[in-house]
């Protein structure tokens, strides 16, 4: 029997499959909490009716919402102390440049956050007389959720590769492979590719 060998050549396409899986990253988002406090010395809170709070402290969140994009859920008002109205809340932004530039404005500048173009009526709750800010840095702590989002991405990752190492390891073992045309029994036998005219 007369055999041919191919020869053992990987196709780019092939080698591009391969590596591919290289250049996978992991971009992990964390907003950044920002805590604030305003005191608004023309609000009697205490003597407010429980609609009248409710229409302060949404005015509140949507002043601040409004010049930084934010939704008012992003928002939490943690206290309000008498007898001024002190109002302290946690604001959650997307990154630490909205943080910042939050925490300047509020501290600087109160009034343009807390307008009447922005839906905080100054007629009945003036400007707050002294305001705070402080950015909160901290490490993010992953949760069992994430480590479990984290573990199931990369048995991903290594299952896809390993078919496709898989797959191109098959690819090469057909291209290697020895290829013979096999006659009737008593006739000759022949290989595929041409045969040289020494043997």
Known sequence: MVKSVRPTV?????????????NVAFVESERVDVDVSNTFENVSYHLLTNDQKDLFTTSYKSSIANVFF???????????????TEVHARVSTPTLTDAEGLAVLMANRPDLIFSDLNGFNTTTYGLPT?????????????TNNEDKILIATMVAIFGVSALVIAGILYVYFIMNNEFVRIYPEGGPEEELSSSSPFE
């Not at 934010?70 to 001024?84: F, V």
């Not at 002294?130 to 992953?142: D, H, I, P, Q, Y």
């Open 70 to 84: 934010l939704s008012d859920n992003d928002i939490d008002i943690s206290k309000i102390k008498e007898p001024s």
């Open 10 to 22: 990987l196709p780019p396409c092939l080698l591009m499959m391969l590596f591919a899986g290289s």
């Open 130 to 142: 002294m305001s705070k800010a402080m950015v909160l840095k901290k490490k993010k702590e992953k």
